[in-house]
């Protein structure tokens, strides 16, 4: 289970790293809650196999595809909550 954790901290510390100029507006707060709240589940089923395979062959993969998935949520979240018209202009 901690490995799973770890997965999902990282990818959530990676996507607020790379949109922290958004940090400002609190729907980006609401929505990294939310990625956290529907991670709880994920971490408390994942089981990861044990044996002599190194834990970063499973970890990556899925960490990296975790960070895109929360980089989508908060792109998402950023053109319902932004304000801007749909041509890019403010």
Do not use: C
Request: charged fraction near 10%; hydrophobic fraction near 60%; charge should be positive.
């Amino acid at each position: 289970m901690g490995l799973a954790a770890d997965v999902v901290l990282v990818g959530i510390v990676f996507a607020i790293k790379l949109r922290w100029a958004l940090r400002k507006h609190v729907w980006f707060w609401a929505t990294i809650v939310l990625v956290l709240a529907l991670h709880v589940p994920l971490v408390l089923i994942a089981r990861w196999p044990h044996g002599s395979t190194p834990t970063i062959v499973y970890g990556m993969p899925i960490g990296i595809a975790d960070s895109l998935v929360i980089l989508g949520a908060l792109r998402l979240a950023e053109n319902l909550f932004s304000g801007a018209s749909a041509d890019g202009s403010e």
